[in-house]
């Protein structure tokens, strides 16, 4: 084969900016709203959970954010991420598209979460902070924040989705090696977590609820704080450094995306990939549709709906304004863990609005289906979240095929699937369904969204 495979950036390529799409939106986002008052929200509101250079992250609107220097040596372990050409794959689809992925699976955690876990430890670090508080879904950004905690000296405690925390032994396994200690949520650690517990005692647990436990703690002490792992304005901004290497790497392929595809959940990696490449076509350059792959059993952006909302199940957050199944809604326990939450980073919801993002939802077990032609053609076996990006890549190149154009498709490959082998070897045996959310607990969730003004 005379094509190259792999696109490599040396170290001094390493972006050394974030890049901030609100400079570039040709309208601002949607206030965040105090829920009391229906105020938008000042620094000082979130100040008992955040340090405030990240609060100052979260409403800035400079193109450009300098990327301190004790985060890019963190980052050069693993960083820049490599970008590959799948010609295997192409060649088994029969597709005339080139696709390229770019991978985030060589972190020490296995996904693109560090991304973020490393700034924000090392910016609350600079605080003085000494204890973060947080939740984790499928346990890949309770592994990153342990990691980024044990690097700088901080004390790190997870709320663990209780279907994960049974799904995933060995993902507690890293966090406690990382010395994190990690609890399953519902807990009775938490006067939330009994609340809950005490209507439910079996509880399957969400990230709604494990983010209230994790809130709940972190405003009680003055040492510790919350850390979110996606949909706030400062995790997409930290994520935007793969686009951006992204964006070398295809210069280095000698092509430029016509689509750039991601799996969302809260909607951190693929903002992270997409964001730059949308700012560019923004900007006047080459535009690129960006794509957006979600859970066809927590369809955000497809079947929710577009309005203010809480981020977590007690009520306790500001109110965003997103698309959402309901801050009340509890999706069902399918394996793609990072998947499972109710709402969408108010940026990508945006994005959406504006048509600068597209959005499309896929069943577990074609994802997984997806997983596994990848997996045999280009080696790396994708977490199940990532399925959900193969997939899209994969349904783009065959309508590529269909319509007989060479088109270029970039997806990225959020991270590697293996603690999550069980859900395979469930696929494997037919034991894995496609699990669908209750209509009438959707409704009852949709209609209990707090009630906003339209003119706010
Ligand atoms: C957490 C996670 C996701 C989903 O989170 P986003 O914020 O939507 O990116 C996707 N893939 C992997 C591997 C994850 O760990």
């Not at 990327?67 to 192409?90: G, N, Q, S, T």
Request: hydrophobic share 40%; proline share 7%.
């Amino acid at each position: 084969m005379s094509e190259q495979t792999k696109y490599l950036l040396s170290e001094n390529q390493m972006p050394r900016v974030w890049y901030n799409i609100q400079a570039d939106l040709p309208k601002p986002a949607p206030a965040v709203l105090h829920p009391g008052t229906l105020q938008p929200v000042g620094p000082d509101d979130l100040a008992p959970l955040f340090p405030m250079e990240l609060i100052m992250q979260e409403v800035s609107t400079e193109r450009e954010i300098e990327i301190p220097e004790p985060v890019r040596d963190v980052f050069r372990l693993w960083r820049p991420a490599p970008l590959y050409r799948a010609h295997r794959l192409e060649k088994a689809l029969g597709t005339p598209a080139r696709i390229y992925y770019k991978y985030e699976g060589t972190s020490p955690a296995g996904s693109h979460k560090p991304n973020t876990a490393i700034p924000q430890a090392f910016y609350n670090k600079a605080a003085g902070v000494k204890r973060l508080v947080t939740e984790t879904g499928a346990g890949q950004w309770g592994t990153s924040l342990a990691f980024a905690g044990s690097l700088f000296g901080l004390q790190v405690e997870v709320f663990q989705v209780r279907v994960s925390y049974d799904q995933k032994p060995y993902r507690r396994a890293m966090m406690e090696t990382y010395g994190a200690r990690c609890v399953a949520s519902p807990s009775v650690e938490t006067a939330f977590g009994r609340s809950v517990l005490e209507k439910n005692p079996n509880h399957p647990g969400s990230l709604g609820i494990a983010i209230s436990e994790a809130v709940e703690l972190a405003v009680q002490r003055e040492d510790t704080k919350y850390a979110l792992g996606s949909v706030l304005n400062h995790v997409l901004l930290h994520q935007t450094i793969i686009g951006q290497e992204a964006m070398e790497q295809m210069k280095m392929a000698n092509d430029w995306p016509d689509v750039v595809i991601g799996c969302a959940g809260g909607g951190s990696n693929f903002a992270g990939i997409a964001f730059p490449f949308i700012g560019h076509g923004l900007r006047g350059g080459q535009k690129t549709r960006a794509l957006a792959v979600e859970p066809a059993a927590c369809p955000s952006l497809t079947r929710g709906v577009y309005a203010y909302d809480f981020g977590d199940t007690a009520g306790m957050t500001p109110l965003t304004k997103m698309h959402t199944l309901g801050s009340q809604f509890t999706p069902p326990g399918f394996h793609a863990g990072g998947l499972r939450y109710h709402g969408m980073a108010s940026l990508v919801s945006h994005c959406k609005e504006l048509g600068l993002v597209e959005a499309v939802a896929y069943n577990q077990v074609e994802c997984f289906e997806a997983g596994v032609l990848f997996a045999r053609n280009e080696g790396i076996v994708p977490a199940p979240e990532s399925n959900h990006a193969v997939k899209g890549a994969i349904e783009e190149a065959l309508r590529c095929k269909r319509e007989g154009k060479a088109e270029t498709i970039l997806f990225g490959l959020s991270g590697h699937g293996h603690f999550d082998m069980a859900s395979y070897q469930k696929y494997f045996a037919g034991e894995l369904t496609d699990e669908s959310y209750n209509e009438a607990d959707l409704a009852l969730s949709l209609e209990g969204l707090p009630k906003v003004p339209e003119s706010v």
